[in-house]
Structure formats: structure tokens, C-alpha cells
């Protein structure tokens, strides 16, 4: 069986983001960059039914600028198989992403197809659900648990009530939550194994793929700083606070 795994290049989860001094972006100069954790919860849950036997072959997928080739190669290092790059310089919106996946899932036409439920910069959530509206695949969202049984996936959803399980004939759609599994740390000797993997490289008008925004952004700003809180004596002090200075009564 092929999977497809997406992985997306992101300022790193330990650093503190800023935004440019014009505010048109978030500043990525000189910042370390990772792949998203939700990413590298989809990479590890691929490599661990290869190792099942599951599995055959998995395919790295990422898009954005030439420097997303370190994602790829982590991946690669982790246990993927071979990769590929849709390299541009562009902006990319949850639905040019879906779009370019889709060509790629019609290419390579692997039986499962997992992401990670979001990425820690846009945190949009959309991607996963996009590329399942696109091909026509079922899609199991959340995922704590994989289990693949022939040509069906049983996918255990993590939804506000609880757990949902949910069978999906293969080729199927599954999105990774944080509860999937723990991602392993790449070896020294897989690491440079993985130079030496194949990585190819596409762009979005090779693959027919127009990614003009669909949206743009007005302004990025850091939150405001949060107030220090206030011990009440009683009640009827908390209620006047929240209605006099909080305003929220």
C-alpha cells in the first residue's frame, strides 16, 4: 500500500513569533524553522504501519519555497521513502494546498492519503476536509488511532462528546490529532541516509494548479498583553467588577 504524507514548513513551536515592523506578515528572518507537529504526527503513523507491514512505500509531499527541502529530508530521515517538493515562492491558501494534492493524489494514486488536522501558523483546519471534497475519498478527521484492515480503514475520531470510530473504504483521507501517537527523534545514520533518497521537484502551473489567494490579509499584530488578575473578597465584589470594569455582565 503507498501513502501519501503532507508535511508543511513552519517557524519552529519553541519560538516566539513577531510580526514585521509593518505589520503586512510574520517575521521569519533568521528564524528556525520545523515541520509542523501535526506533520510529523502524520510521518510517524505512516512510518509505524510500514513497519506493521501495512505499508510499502511513503511519499513526503510538501509545498513552498526551495528551503522546504529540509522538511522533506526530516521526513525522509524519519522512515519516508521518497519525496516531493511543489516549490514556490507564493503564498499558499488551504485551498491552492488541497488542489495541489489532489494533482499529486491523482499521479501517484496511493490508497491513503494523511495530514496533520492543522498547522500551527494558519491553524485553519481545512486542508484535509478540502482535499476529501476535491477527489471524492472518504476522510476520517481527529484520528487517535489508525487501523487498517484490507481495503478499509478504521479511523477513531476525537470529537467534542468523546471518541467516534469510523470505517472508510481505501483510498481514504486521515487527519491527525495530537493523541495519534509521539513522533520519534531521526537517527544520525538515517539522516544521512535520507540525502541520498530521491526528491523531486514540481510547481503549481505543472501541475495545473492556479494558486491565486482566495483571501488577504488586512494586518498582523502580537495579542494584547494580558492584565494581571485580582483577588475579591466576596460575591457581590466579583459581580460589580465583571459588570463595572470587565464589562461582560
Do not use: H, W
Not at 112 to 137: E, R, S
Not at 149 to 176: C, F, N, S, W, Y
Amino acid at each position: 500500500m503507498k501513502v501519501l504524507v503532507a508535511v508543511k514548513r513552519v517557524v519552529d513551536y519553541n519560538v516566539k513569533v513577531r510580526p514585521k515592523a509593518d505589520g503586512t506578515d510574520v517575521d521569519i528572518a533568521n528564524v528556525k524553522m520545523s515541520i509542523n507537529p501535526f506533520c510529523e504526527i502524520a510521518v510517524e503513523e505512516a512510518v509505524r504501519l510500514k513497519e506493521k507491514g501495512v505499508v510499502s512505500e511513503i511519499i513526503a509531499v510538501s509545498m513552498g519555497p526551495k528551503q522546504s527541502q529540509e522538511q522533506i529530508r526530516t521526513a525522509l530521515a524519519l522512515g519516508a521513502d521518497r519525496g516531493i517538493l511543489v516549490e514556490t515562492d507564493a503564498e499558499l491558501q488551504p485551498l491552492a494546498v488541497a488542489k495541489c494534492l489532489k494533482a499529486i493524489v491523482e499521479k501517484e494514486e496511493p490508497q491513503m492519503v494523511i495530514l496533520g488536522k492543522q498547522t500551527i501558523d494558519g491553524d485553519n483546519n481545512q486542508t484535509g476536509q478540502m482535499l476529501g471534497a476535491l477527489t471524492g475519498m472518504g476522510q476520517g478527521t481527529f484520528a487517535s488511532e489508525v487501523v487498517v484492515a484490507g481495503d478499509t480503514v478504521k479511523v477513531t475520531r476525537e470529537i467534542d462528546g468523546g471518541l467516534q470510530t469510523v470505517e472508510l473504504k481505501l483510498p481514504a483521507i486521515v487527519t491527525t490529532d495530537l493523541r495519534l501517537n509521539e513522533p520519534r527523534y531521526a537517527s544520525l545514520p538515517n539522516i544521512m541516509k535520507a540525502k541520498k533518497k530521491p526528491l523531486d521537484t514540481t510547481t503549481p502551473d505543472e501541475l495545473g494548479v492556479d494558486i491565486t489567494p482566495r483571501t488577504k490579509t488586512l494586518k498582523v499584530e502580537p495579542p494584547a498583553e494580558r492584565q494581571a488578575g485580582v483577588k475579591v473578597a466576596d460575591v457581590a465584589e466579583l459581580v460589580e467588577k465583571l459588570k463595572n470594569e470587565a464589562k461582560v455582565i
